[in-house]
């Protein structure tokens, strides 16, 4: 799966749900309360759901939304499966794993296209084929074992004798040029270019890794128990996107009071980096609008799974996620 990059800024703002909401503005009493939870500290990637907190969009759709960050000791699938969130920020591979388990979570959008996840190298590698050929340590986290390692694994012949422990500092990758590290396309880079050196970085949805990202899941028990609101929170959240690249000061204002250490710099650099790679308007959604999936890349994702033996051949994946909640207009920029 290559997702293309989007290079025009033309399109028009979809029209909300035709006759979903009265047409005189809700008072706060009759807004429906939404707790949302994300699945890091808030940051740009992260922009078009605060952005339709700021500017009023969840409110149009009678939405009363709060939104709760993440961290590296919040399980949000817990959470969610608990009550304590309406919907959260996922990833179809942790999706699936949860529905192999049992669990009632049911994925209704994407914002992102493909995975902002990366390889990260020195200059003087130029493709992924050269890290394999040259037998280049990878520093990985624990959690890229179960998502896009075995794809590399499969795609590339990446081997176990070649990963090192990644502890989120690039700290020795700007020391030997020989490592290679994972890193979040608006996170790691941006961190080394602030330490002088342009690394060469490798987004693995363009070189076919088929995961979504940046998704909203829910539970199967607020699908049957409220459907319109699943479906006003995906159209209001999709717009709070296209919003959000218009102009987003708005979002990044409740962005940086959440999470304070997010610097302008750091939060233009993500913009940046998700308009040039499309992830956000490229691939389906440029035609399909913002937060599109299809039965094809959910084959595709369950496909890459059963190959690298994460997921039992007994799963149904038509459980694990539903197309009907997606904008009845697409949502384009």
């Known amino acids: ?37 994300t699945n890091w500290y808030a940051q740009a990637e992260h922009g078009g759901f605060y952005q339709a907190v700021a ?51 049911v994925t209704v959008a994407a914002s992102k296209q493909g995975d902002p996840q990366a390889l990260i ?24 074992n179960t998502t896009f390692w075995p794809w590399l694994k499969a795609e590339f ?22 490592i290679v590290q994972q890193g979040y396309l608006s996170s790691e880079p941006f961190a080394i270019q602030k330490a002088g050196i342009e690394p060469s970085v490798f987004l693995l949805s363009d070189h076919g890794y088929p995961a979504y990202a940046t998704t909203i899941e829910t539970t199967q028990g607020l699908i049957d128990k409220d459907p319109d609101l699943v479906k006003r929170f995906v159209q209001a959240s999709m717009e709070g996107w296209v919003s959000y690249f218009d102009n987003p000061a708005p979002g990044n204002e409740l962005i940086r009071e959440a999470n304070p250490e997010m610097s302008p710099e750091q939060i233009a650099f993500g913009i940046e980096k998700m308009l ?25 994702i369950h496909d890459f799974m059963l190959k690298a033996d994460l997921v039992s051949e007994d799963l149904d994946i038509s459980t694990v996620y539903s197309l009907d909640f997606l904008p009845d207009e697409p949502v384009l920029r």
Not at 16 to 24: E, M, N
Not at 122 to 141: D, R
Not at 157 to 178: G, Q
């Open 55 to 105: 500017t009023g969009i969840y409110e149009k759709y009678g939405l009363d939304v709060s939104i709760e960050m993440g961290g590296p000791q919040v399980n949000g699938t817990q959470l969610l499966v608990a009550g304590r969130r309406d919907f959260s920020m996922g990833y179809p591979i942790g999706n699936i794993k949860a529905a192999e388990e049992g669990l009632p979570v």
């Open 276 to 300: 040039e790679y499309g992830l956000i308007f490229g691939g389906d959604a440029e035609t399909g609008g913002v937060g599109v999936m299809t039965d094809a890349r959910w084959k595709e």
């Open 1 to 37: 799966m290559t997702i293309k990059k989007f290079t025009g800024f033309g399109g028009a703002l979809a029209l909300a749900l035709a006759g979903l909401l009265a047409a005189s503005p809700l008072s706060a009493k009759e807004l429906d309360k939404v707790v949302f939870g």
């Open 121 to 144: 190298a020195h200059p003087h590698i130029t493709s992924l084929e050269q890290v394999k050929e040259e037998g280049l340590q990878v520093y990985i986290a624990s959690f890229a």
């Open 157 to 178: 012949d990446f081997t176990d004798d070649m990963i090192r422990p990644y502890t989120f500092s690039v700290a020795p990758f700007l020391t030997n040029k020989d």
